[in-house]
C-alpha cells in the first residue's frame, strides 16, 4: 500500500498494533531461545525478498502478482519467527527500495504478515498439513493457506481505505476487484510454496517442523538448508527477477480499473510529507533502479534478521547470568 490509500489517524492505528506484534515476536523468540533459528531466518527473508522481486502475469487481465511468502516462513520457520522475517523483508522494501509508504508500512506488515503467518498458517495450513510429508497434504494446505492470507490482505487494505475515506474507491468495487485479483495471485504463490516445500519434505522433512524445534531437539541440516536457500536467494536475485513482469500488480491493476490509472497522490498533510521525506531520504535504490538491487536487499535483510535477534538472544543471554548468579 502507498499513503496516498490512508488517513493519518488509520495509519497511525496500523503502526502501533504492527509494532505491538513485532515486540510479541520478540518475545516469543527470546523466550523459546532461538537464537540457532537465527541464521536460516536471515536467509529466508532474503529468499522471499529476492522472490517478491519476480512478479508473474496473471493471464487475461493485464495485472501481475507476487508471493508474499508468509506461508513458506511460517511452515519453515514457526509462525512468530515468520512474522519477524517477513517485517524485517517490508522494512527495508520500504526504506531502502521506496517500494510501499512509510506511513503504511504498519498496515503493509499486518496485511501481508500478520494474516498469512499468524492467520492463515495456524487456522488453515496446520490443520490441512498436520505432521505429514505427504506432497498432496503440503500442497493442498499451500494453496489454501495462500489463498487465504492473501484474500484476508485483500480486504484489510480494503476495509482500511474505507475507514480513512481520503479516496473516491467504492467500497464494494474496490473489494471485488481486490479480492478476484488476489485469488488469483493465491493460488500461484500456493503453488509455488508447495513446490518449495514438497522439495524440503523430500530432502529435510525435519525442517517442516519449526525449526527451532528441530535445532533444539538435535536434528541435523539446518546449516544445509541455510546454504541451500542462501544460493537460491542470490540465483534469483541476481537472475530470475530480471524475468518480472512488467505489468501493474494485484493493488495497482485494482485501482486502475476504477479511477484510470495506478496512482493515487498522497494526502497533503505535514505528517503525511514528513513520513514522504523520510522515505526519499532512506532510499538509497527507489523503485529497484539497480541492477544488483535485488542482491543488495537481500543482503540487508540477512543483516537486519541478524541485528534484531542478535539483541533479542543477547539480552535473554545476560537475564540468564545473572539469574545464575543470583
Not at 478476484?180 to 524440503?200: D, K, Q
Not at 541435523?220 to 541451500?228: F, L, R
Request: hydrophobic fraction near 55%; aromatic fraction near 6%.
Amino acid at each position: 500500500m502507498s499513503d496516498a490509500l490512508l488517513s493519518t489517524p488509520v495509519a497511525l492505528a496500523g503502526a502501533g498494533l504492527a509494532a505491538v506484534l513485532i515486540g510479541v515476536a520478540g518475545h516469543k523468540i527470546k523466550k523459546n531461545d532461538d537464537s540457532s533459528l537465527v541464521p536460516l531466518m536471515g536467509v529466508m527473508g532474503a529468499f522471499v525478498f529476492a522472490a517478491q522481486m519476480v512478479n508473474f502475469s496473471i493471464p487475461g487481465t493485464g495485472s501481475s502478482g507476487h508471493i508474499v511468502g508468509g506461508v513458506l516462513l511460517a511452515a519453515l520457520l514457526g509462525p512468530w519467527a515468520g512474522f519477524l522475517t517477513l517485517a524485517s523483508v517490508l522494512i527495508i522494501q520500504c526504506l531502502i527500495f521506496s517500494d510501499g509508504g512509510l506511513m503504511a508500512l504498519g498496515w503493509n506488515i499486518i496485511n501481508m504478515g500478520a494474516m498469512t503467518t499468524l492467520i492463515a498458517y495456524p487456522l488453515i495450513y496446520k490443520p490441512i498439513a498436520r505432521a505429514s510429508t505427504k506432497p498432496w497434504r503440503l500442497a493442498a494446505a499451500s494453496v489454501a493457506a495462500c489463498v487465504a492470507g492473501l484474500e484476508l490482505g485483500a480486504v484489510m487494505v480494503t476495509v482500511e481505505t474505507w475507514l480513512s475515506g481520503i479516496t473516491a474507491l467504492p467500497f464494494l468495487g474496490f473489494l471485488g476487484l481486490m479480492s478476484a485479483i488476489h485469488l488469483a495471485i493465491g493460488l500461484g504463490e500456493g503453488i509455488a510454496t508447495s513446490a518449495v516445500l514438497v522439495f524440503v519434505a523430500k530432502s529435510r522433512p525435519d525442517l517442516l517442523v519449526p525449526a527451532s524445534a528441530a535445532v533444539h531437539s538435535g536434528k541435523k541440516g539446518v546449516k544445509k538448508a541455510v546454504i541451500w536457500f542462501a544460493v537460491a536467494a542470490l540465483v534469483v536475485a541476481g537472475g530470475l527477477s530480471f524475468l518480472a513482469s512488467s505489468d501493474p500488480d494485484g493493488l495497482e491493476w485494482s485501482i486502475g480499473r476504477l479511477t484510470g490509472g495506478v496512482e493515487l497522490e498522497t494526502a497533503g498533510n505535514a505528517i503525511a510529507e514528513g513520513a514522504e521525506n523520510i522515505r526519499q531520504t532512506t532510499a538509497l535504490m527507489p523503485d529497484y533502479e539497480s541492477s544488483f538491487s535485488g542482491v543488495v536487499g537481500a543482503v540487508m535483510v540477512v543483516a537486519l534478521v541478524w541485528a534484531v535477534c542478535s539483541v533479542i538472544t543477547s539480552r535473554r543471554k545476560k537475564v540468564t547470568v545473572k539469574d545464575e548468579q543470583a
